[in-house]
Nanobody, 119 residues
């Protein structure tokens, strides 16, 4: 089992930056992939960025070149550095952690943190 707590959301002007943090606890050594997802009002949850235990990253086309996902293994924390923010980035951002697909031990989600970008 893994528990996730997000922080760092808030209100920012277009063109500004925010850094989100996701602190994991529990079976952190069983985490294969951690990612950030977001959900805007009236829309489905969408993938923003992921990072595997091996360091491989994946980004949605809409955030490539603007967002960077990283991790600090010593702190069991994953970050999402968001630059050049746009109003369309406004959403609730959720942290996700999953074990190897073949193991299916967990697929955990945080409570979400609100990011609002004003024009």
């Amino acid at each position: 089992q893994v528990q996730l707590v997000e922080s760092g959301g808030g209100l920012v002007q277009a063109g500004g930056s925010l850094t989100l943090s996701c602190a994991a606890s529990g079976r952190v050594f069983s985490i294969f992939e951690t990612g950030w997802y977001r959900q805007a009002p009236g829309k489905q949850r969408e993938l923003v960025a992921t990072i595997t235990s091996g360091g491989s990253t994946n980004y949605a086309d809409s955030v490539k070149g603007r967002f960077t996902i990283s991790r600090d293994n010593a702190k069991s924390t994953v970050y999402l550095q968001m630059n050049s923010l746009k109003p369309e980035d406004t959403a609730v951002y959720y942290c996700n952690a999953r074990s190897l697909p073949g193991l299916r031990l967990f697929d955990s989600w945080g409570q979400g943190t609100q990011v609002t970008v004003s024009s």
